[in-house]
């Protein structure tokens, strides 16, 4: 019966919830500045009269519910920065800020979870146990808003943990499921080549840093193909290449950025030794130095057994989800990882591919858009994920 109440409850407060995320899209902040993004959901709590909490961890929001029978306490995640990409679309809601723009999807996080959680407040008399919605700072950037706010205390008394997604490349009804490793560590490293400059009429006088970058890119692309067993996945990738001169000069240094992804402990510290015994070992020969960073990011997103089949078999039930699949491991990162080292749960993945849309602009690019039909099935699942556990473990 309770389920029946919430689903009907949120269909009609649907409208808020595109209200909520369009005030967000509009409005983005970047990675650890997000006060204005805060302050609107401390407010939104305030004025409901739910207890929470500001300042958690940084930027960080912890609001709890409190059932009136006792039970066990879920936890719900969502994330509320943005990313430095200037929106291009040509939308309504198109973001305000020159620059910056919520091109994953966490405003859409962020309005599920607050609509979610003036739906279960207005039935907390039927809960059986608490309810800890964890509104989350700097999910983009490493190190991060998971880690401090664990630290800060946000998942202290809870017994389980939730978390989704909107997947705006996946059909708008598909919920995406997996038990253990589902998203993979994501780290970074820096390569700054120091050679010797000059004219770039006499290269023989030179240290060419550019050549040497060039014969790096090559040469680190076989770290996986040679070096990591093949049935281990790994990825690396160099997304940045800066050498600046004028056209007629031979760059004095050269810089490589660029991201390792992994699952195997193993196999990340492998990767971060072959890298640098490949500068090394190209620096050498050619007579330049290097400096080489190798920045350990999130770990690994690995989700709990019992909590996933749970979440999965109630799934079923949810009304507007169409499809539950087991997905392959993504190489995306995310640091609720974090979470689920300290309490069990599970993180999944929501449809939200826009209708009529053969191929989707793809998430972080600068015409990404997800179908607001999505933030209502999150909002369900992720309620029927907490009432079922608490039912189940009820005391």
């Known amino acids: 019966m309770v389920m029946e109440k919430l689903y009907q409850k949120l269909d009609r407060q649907w409208d808020e919830m595109v209200k909520i995320r369009r005030h ?72 305000k800020v020159p620059g910056v723009m919520h091109a994953c999807g966490h405003d859409g996080h962020t309005a599920t979870l607050l609509v979610l959680a003036k739906t279960l407040y207005e039935l907390k008399d039927e809960l059986h146990g608490n309810v800890v919605l964890i509104h989350q700072h700097a999910e983009e950037y490493s190190p991060g808003g998971a880690k401090p706010m664990i630290e800060d205390g946000c998942l202290e008394g809870v017994d389980v943990i939730f978390g989704t997604h909107l997947w705006a490349t996946e059909p708008l009804g598909s919920i995406h499921y997996r038990v253990g490793p589902i998203m993979a560590a994501a780290d970074r490293f820096e390569i700054t080549i120091k050679g010797a400059g000059g004219h770039g009429a006499q290269p023989h006088k030179t240290k060419d840093s550019i050549v040497v970058g060039a014969q790096l890119v090559t040469e680190l692309q076989q770290i996986v193909s040679r070096r990591v067993n093949p049935i281990e996945p790994a990825v690396v990738s160099v997304g940045s290449f800066v050498a600046e001169n004028a056209f007629n000069v031979i760059a004095d240094q050269a810089k490589l950025i660029g991201t390792v992804r992994t699952f195997n402990e193993d196999v990340r510290d492998l990767i971060e030794n072959e890298i ?34 749970f979440l999965q078999a109630h799934t079923s039930q949810v009304p507007g989800v169409t499809s539950i699949d087991e997905i392959e491991m993504q190489m995306g990162g995310e640091d609720f990882a974090y979470y689920l080292q300290h309490v069990k749960g599970t993180f999944f993945f929501t449809g939200a591919k826009q209708e009529g849309i053969d191929k989707p602009f793809p998430h972080h690019h600068p015409r990404f858009d997800f179908n607001e039909k999505a933030m209502l099935i999150a909002a369900k699942t992720l309620a029927t994920a907490t009432i079922h556990y608490q039912l189940q473990n009820k005391k």
């Open 276 to 309: 640098e015994r490949i500068v090394k070992g190209v620096c050498y020969s050619t007579d330049c130095d290097y400096e080489y960073v190798f920045d350990r990011g999130y770990p690994a997103v690995v989700n709990h057994l019992e909590e996933t089949n």
């Open 24 to 95: 967000f899209h509009q409005n983005p902040e970047l990675s650890f500045k997000e006060v204005q993004t805060a302050q609107y959901i401390i407010n939104y709590y305030n004025e409901l009269g739910i207890e929470v909490r500001s300042n958690v961890g940084g930027n960080g929001i912890v609001a709890k519910i409190y059932g009136s029978h006792p039970g066990k306490t879920v936890a719900l995640r969502a994330d509320f920065d943005a990313l430095p990409i200037h929106d291009l679309k040509d939308v309504p809601y198109r973001s």
